[in-house]
């Protein structure tokens, strides 16, 4: 798939499932954010153990973004694997797919909020308060790294994320919010040595 610099790709002739597919920023604040003051509202645990459990679902946010990035999001190139992301690598600079639509992503939500339920019983507030916020983290480096010049002393994250949509490197660089899983899998790609 040839990388374009401009544009954007079709996903569906209808053009209400085509506005589906889009979203920005402030639908996305409105959106995410009233999910975690709905956790933050529900959640009935002390202080303490609240943020403990937050802390928790953050750091389980990045290894799922990882995984998802790496097994579903690169899964052999489809129709599908089209649709969910290969549009983002073939346009990726089009500021309207970089961050997941509601619908789906509400979705996802949901069915992590069923899965975390089922480990965590009435402390799951808390866990998807600290997974949803990192989530939303995740998605605000990934659409500050491809719509901004990188930051000075966060340069890493450009350098790490403009890699994996290099074809010379596209099986490694999987994590966008962390490198950390990278290292851990084995996905970190190797330093080229001098001389």
């Known amino acids: 798939m040839k990388v374009q610099k401009e544009g954007q790709g079709k996903l569906f002739n209808q053009g ?16 995410y954010g009233s999910v975690i003051v709905f956790c933050l509202f529900y959640n009935q645990l002390p202080l303490t153990e ?6 928790a679902g953050a750091f389980m946010w990045t290894l799922i973004e990882y995984l998802i990035h790496r097994f579903l999001f690169h ?49 799951v507030y808390a866990f998807m308060s600290g997974f949803v916020f990192c989530y939303v983290v ?30 010379a490197f596209e099986d490694t660089c999987y994590g966008v919010s962390t490198p950390l899983w990278d290292y851990v899998f084995g996905t970190m790609p190797k330093e080229k040595k001098a001389g």
């Open 75 to 123: 899964i052999k190139e489809s129709k599908f694997q089209y649709l969910i992301h290969g549009v983002h690598h073939e346009f990726p600079r089009d500021k309207e797919r970089l961050m997941m639509p509601p619908l789906p992503g509400l979705m996802l939500v949901l069915f992590f909020f069923g899965c975390w339920y089922l480990l965590f019983a009435d402390k």
């Open 138 to 167: 995740y998605t605000f480096i990934h659409y500050i790294i491809h719509a901004w010049k990188p930051i000075k002393g966060f340069k890493f994250l450009w350098t790490h994320h403009h890699k994996h949509h290099n074809p």
């Open 50 to 55: 609240s943020v403990l459990y937050s802390i």
């Open 16 to 31: 209400w499932l085509e506005f589906l597919t889009k979203t920005n920023p402030v639908v996305h604040i409105i959106t």
